[in-house]
């Protein structure tokens, strides 16, 4: 675990944080929101960021279904997925961005 301390006064308030399950919750909690458009999504949808990056996909399971390198303006096509919340994960060099896109198929 961790200990977070925060305040600028001469009490400061400590609470203590249990650590992250795995690295994949390490980075969500660290992560900064992701635009994703539409949501939900039947055939495709698009990531809204200006840098270039790493992408991943996790399905409900948490496998992944999707990994690229990613630049601003990519479309996925997820007419082939099973329905439900999927994990949007980008890596830039500015850190991480998440989101989750629901896939809904008719």
Do not use: M
């Amino acid at each position: 675990g961790r200990i977070l301390v925060g305040g600028g006064s001469p009490f400061a308030l400590v609470r203590f944080a249990p650590p992250p399950t795995s690295s994949w919750e390490a980075w969500k909690e660290a992560a900064l929101p992701l635009a994703i458009q539409p949501n939900p999504a039947q055939s495709f949808f698009e990531i809204n960021h200006p840098e270039s990056g790493w992408l991943t996909v996790s399905d409900p399971n948490g496998r992944q279904v999707f990994a690229s390198k990613f630049t601003p303006g990519l479309r996925l096509d997820c007419s082939n997925w099973e329905a439900g919340f999927y994990t949007v994960l980008l890596k830039t060099n500015d850190g991480f961005r998440s989101g989750k896109i629901l896939v809904s198929q008719n």
